[in-house]
């Protein structure tokens, strides 16, 4: 399907339904907030005092507009299509997360909200969270898995001390997912005084169009970049998917660039034939969870199955509803990389370039490696560098049996 | 006329309130669902509702998420949720059971079959907790041609222009959510409960179910003095969890729980 910018346009629908999916499942208590929050970013959305706080927000708090580096030496080592990075990593907080959290945490401020919730996987969203709310004088309480709690200590002790309260989930499988469902629960009994960030582009309508809005800063400077630097636009583009936000914030601005390739890369964890993975687009179906229809992983009676991926953020089973539509339409190509082959890129990214990725992003730089191999040489693939590492040195250092 | 709406009648008729328990399927054991089924209506329910356990039980509190858990760990499915039912309908035909629980479960199914099979298992009624109305339109046909009652949920944040627009949508009775929080939380505050009601009365015709907080007699005389009837769930399903591991020991403390209850709101009725 060629997608013009009406279709775009038209998109999530009033319902916020972007074809079967996306929509507004939740419990009756929340549906009001849900339209109130529809309506008033609708008209912040185009206030200019709102856009010029977000813009200047971005670029002298994030740091924006991040670069787009040239991987000289990977691309040499790959032998194929030139690789590029946008270095989102280079945020204020160390990932792509900032730019929503700025948004949403605006959003709160012009609603008069004094109290803010979130949900984390990784932690780089509840950090980017404790962060905007240090700087707006707002309360925060990030709600984490308890699994997730134990593997990235040290993002939970940087919201603390930027004086969020982690709330350590103990409740189904103790991951991202859980903490998701308590932030809504926790929401729920706020619903008056609470603004709750969600950190992806899953969750009920309006959220998937206000993270996708607030994200797409991400391919509109890379379009940019990549005509003035690489002159002409990327043949592919490649991202890790978890919730779907950095993939998304790159790919949308493009969607309509029948040239340009996109590859979601979601996390394989052990192998897609062991179960043992969070690749509800590779290998799940359509079901309903967190407000929204989606694809999702799931048993043969509708339970949602547990996950796994060696990366926090990844470890979701289910995905944004924009990109089960981009799938389904063929829009985007939707694949996975298994742990050690995220590892691997880990790896390789940081000796090549002296650059250390988040395991998350490791997931996109491993694929884009196997992809620009079988390319040619003046093609030019752009890779979504979604944080940087340095929350992630104490996994694998454990897994290099080292003590740190 | 639906089954919920008989029994609804009659006890208006009788200038009675309709006494409501919830319990989980499954919870503590697949095999004493049903027993427990007919030891609540031996102890004076006039509607069952009965959980479809969820892996993400969102809207609930801790007890509910536990006993989802418990549930789960037996492997309870939709499936066998219809074959319970479809075992209470052996020696029950009188009391209403509506079945309540998260979309998910029922999309998996697939709607149409789930459809089919409540209805041929005896289900009344059915209470999805994370489908508005306006998500409904595909499943709501199906229950309608079926005589299936979709009950759903108004809350204190409900607007009037959606409390009219949901009861549109509402067959047998519409639930009033009696404060902002998950299932076990909060003190339910009876005042506000009593306006809030009287307002749902003013616009919609049918008979409105509080639940949320509502834990012994004294709360649900008070709020069955202002509604339709009272849904009891949380206080039950702790009993459940307090008790599981004796099955005789349980059903006489789910009795004794529910007994004063229908006594005070049988009280109302002098
Ligand atoms: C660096 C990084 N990349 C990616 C993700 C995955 O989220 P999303 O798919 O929404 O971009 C996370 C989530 O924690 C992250 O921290």
Known sequence: ?404 | MSRIEGVLKALKGQGRKALIPYITAGDPHPDLTVDLMHTLVDAGADIIELGVPFSDPMADGPVIQLACERALKHGTSLRQVLAMVKTFREKDDATPVVLMGYLNPMEAMGQEKFADAAVDAGVDGILTVDLPPEEADEVAPLFTARNLDAIFLLAPTTTDDRIRAISEHSSGYVYYVSFKGVTGAGKIDVDEVASKVAHIHELTALPVGVGFGIRDAATAAAVGRVSDGVIVGSVLVDTIARNQADPEQLKRALSDLLHPMREALDSLAS
């Not at chain 1, 970013?41 to 971005?58: G, I, N, S, T, V």
């Not at chain 1, 792509?96 to 803010?116: P, Y």
């Not at chain 1, 709330?167 to 997912?177: C, D, E, N, P």
């Not at chain 1, 890369?265 to 179906?285: F, N, Q, W, Y």
Request: with cysteine.
């Open chain 1, 1 to 404: 399907m060629k997608l013009t910018e009406e279709m775009l346009k038209a998109l999530p629908d009033a319902r916020g339904h972007f074809g079967a999916y996306g929509g507004r499942f939740v419990s009756e208590t929340l549906f009001d907030s849900l339209l109130t929050l529809e309506r008033e970013y609708k008209r912040l959305k185009d206030d200019p005092e709102f856009q010029a706080e977000f813009d200047k927000d971005l670029a002298h708090y994030v740091g924006r507009p991040s670069p787009l580096y040239f991987a000289e030496r990977l691309t040499r080592e790959t032998g194929g299509a030139q690789i590029w990075l946008k270095r989102e990593d280079l945020n204020h907080t160390g990932a792509h997360k900032v730019n929503n959290t700025i948004g949403q945490a605006l959003l709160a401020s012009f609603l008069g909200k004094k109290r803010v919730i979130a949900e984390t996987g990784a932690g780089q969203h509840g950090v980017a969270t404790a962060t905007v709310c240090a700087r707006l004088g707002l309360e925060c309480h990030v709600f984490m898995g308890a699994e997730d709690v134990k593997r990235q200590s040290l993002n939970v002790y940087r919201m603390k001390l930027l004086g969020a309260e982690v709330h350590s989930v103990q409740s189904g499988t103790r991951t991202l997912k859980d903490a998701m469902n308590d932030a809504m629960r926790d929401w729920v009994a706020n619903v008056d005084d609470t603004f709750y960030i969600i950190g992806t582009v899953a969750g009920p309508h309006p959220y998937p169009l206000l993270v996708r809005d607030f994200q797409s800063v991400i391919g509109r400077e890379t379009r940019e970049q990549c005509l003035a630097q690489a002159g002409k636009l990327p043949d592919a583009l490649v991202a890790c998917v978890g919730g779907g936000s950095n993939a998304i914030g790159m790919f949308y601005p493009f969607l309509t660039d029948e040239s340009v390739e996109m590859y979601g890369v979601e996390a394989g964890g052990l192998g897609i034939d062991t179960g043992k993975h969070a690749a509800p687009l590779s290998a799940g179906r359509p079901g309903v969870l967190h407000g929204n229809r989606t694809y999702l992983m799931e048993d043969e009676n509708g339970q949602i199955a547990a996950t796994h991926s060696v990366s926090a953020g990844l470890d979701y089973p289910g995905v944004g509803p924009e990109h089960s539509w981009l799938k389904d339409i063929g829009r985007a190509h939707y694949v996975s990389v298994t742990d050690d082959e995220a590892l691997d890129g880990f790896r390789k990214l940081t000796r090549v370039e002296g650059i250390m990725p988040a395991l998350e992003t490791a997931h996109a730089v491993a694929y884009a490696i196997k992809l620009a191999a079988t390319m040619d040489k003046d093609k030019v693939v752009v890779i979504n560098i979604s944080g940087r590492g340095d929350k992630d040195i104490h996994t694998i250092a454990q897994l290099d049996g080292i003590e740190v």
